[in-house]
């Protein structure tokens, strides 16, 4: 059967992030009263309701907010168990450290595949419905080598951006020999997982890996063909973001404490600075500092870092609020890192945008603008998604 033609029309107010597409306006290329039409898994035609070609169907958004479809670009969903006492007691006053993930890691090895695989489709589906259409996840709950090759080959079935992240923390059977550990992560464990992701990744971070051991895991990650992204300077002050733009990373993750060399190096490199507020809102720790980077030229995204330890939420939308209400973001800011901005460092032209040839993703909120994500916070706003141009919400 030939593929159809849908046009969606009367879309009251669409951020199309291609302020190159006629009657769009501003950075965000905003076409009011304006139509998509979708071609397949693909955008075929964007511009004004009054203008739009003839085609085999038609969905009237009836004045609805559009937007690309959010790119979370930095997700931890291949676990088991889960750490609502430790969230709770650290919301009761302890504080947060990267030796909680082995709580984790002990449900993780525990679990069956089919454990692990309905979890993640469950979390995936979560996130759909608030209009996450492009997702990355980690491994880095397994810590063996049969545990990260499985975490890997599971998520590897349900999205094209798998990141290996065996140097997540030290095994507890490595405690007293690191260096061993990040032996195995860079030989056994790597060789078992290359074929399965397209990302290697590293916690260069106290109580994880320090600038020396990071660069190692990253630089064998590399040689195998793997492209770079770092968890860096979430906890304090540290060479992640620096080391990560060293490599040519494509993103340097959490940025929470930075200086101003690193912020430097941000804006002068390529390698995106993605914001998880989330993180932030379940540990109380200080909010990054977008304005900054911003204010110096960084590209910024914002991802939710869903995980069952320091941030469990897969909403970007909450994301969204969170960075204009606290970390410096305009609502126009804040939806561009969540849509081209996780793009961008997820090194992908084809999503984040609503144009010609880009993948037909497309949310539509029951709101008439996307400043609504952060003006009504908490509200289920998204009404209708298209992945890959086909109607999922």
Not at 132 to 158: C, F, P, Q
Not at 208 to 224: H, N, P, S, Y
Not at 378 to 385: E, I, N, Q, T
Request: net charge negative.
């Amino acid at each position: 059967m030939a593929p159809t033609t849908t046009a969606i029309t009367h879309i009251g107010s669409l951020v199309t992030n291609d302020p190159s597409l006629p009657g769009s306006a501003g950075p965000l290329g905003v076409i009011q009263d304006a139509a998509v039409v979708i071609d397949g898994d693909r955008v075929a035609w964007v511009g004004p309701t009054s203008k739009a070609p003839a085609t085999d169907n038609a969905v009237d958004a009836e004045g609805r907010a559009g937007l690309p479809g959010f790119v979370d670009s930095h997700s931890h969903l291949v676990f088991a168990g889960d750490r609502t006492e430790e969230f709770n007691a650290r919301m009761s006053g302890r504080s947060y450290s990267a030796g909680g993930i082995r709580t984790t890691v002990a449900a993780t090895r525990a679990a069956t595949d089919a454990e692990l695989e309905a979890n993640l489709r469950r979390h995936l589906d979560e996130a759909l419905r608030q209009g996450t259409t492009t997702l990355e996840t980690k491994s880095g709950y397994g810590l063996s080598v049969h545990d990260e090759a499985r975490a890997l080959r599971i998520a590897a079935a349900h999205t094209d951006e798998v990141t290996y992240l065996g140097a997540h923390v030290v095994a507890p059977e490595f405690a007293d020999d690191p260096d061993g550990y990040v032996a195995l992560v860079t030989g056994e464990m790597l060789d078992a997982c290359a074929p399965h992701a397209r990302w290697v990744d590293v916690f260069c971070e106290r109580g994880a890996f320090d600038g020396d051991q990071a660069r190692t895991v990253l630089e064998a990650g590399i040689a195998k063909g793997l492209h770079a992204r770092v968890h860096a300077n979430q906890l304090g002050h540290g060479p992640g973001v620096r080391l990560a733009v060293e490599l040519g990373a494509a993103s340097a993750d959490h940025c929470t404490h930075l200086t101003d060399a690193d912020v430097d190096a941000l804006a002068s490199g390529d390698t995106v600075a993605t914001l998880l507020p989330g993180a932030e809102f379940s540990t109380r720790a200080p909010w990054p500092d977008a304005r900054r980077l911003l204010d110096a030229g960084a590209t910024v995204a914002l991802s939710t870092d869903c995980n069952p330890g320091s941030s469990f939420t897969s909403s970007v939308p909450f994301c969204v609020a969170l960075a204009v209400r606290d970390m410096g973001m305009t609502p126009d800011e804040a939806v561009w890192a969540a849509t081209a901005g996780g793009a961008a460092a997820l090194r992908r032209t084809d999503v984040g945008r609503v144009a010609p040839g880009a993948r037909a993703d497309l949310v539509l909120l029951d709101a008439p603008s996307h400043v609504h994500l952060a003006y009504r916070p908490g509200v289920p706003l998204v009404s209708a998604v298209w992945r890959r141009g086909v109607r999922e919400v």
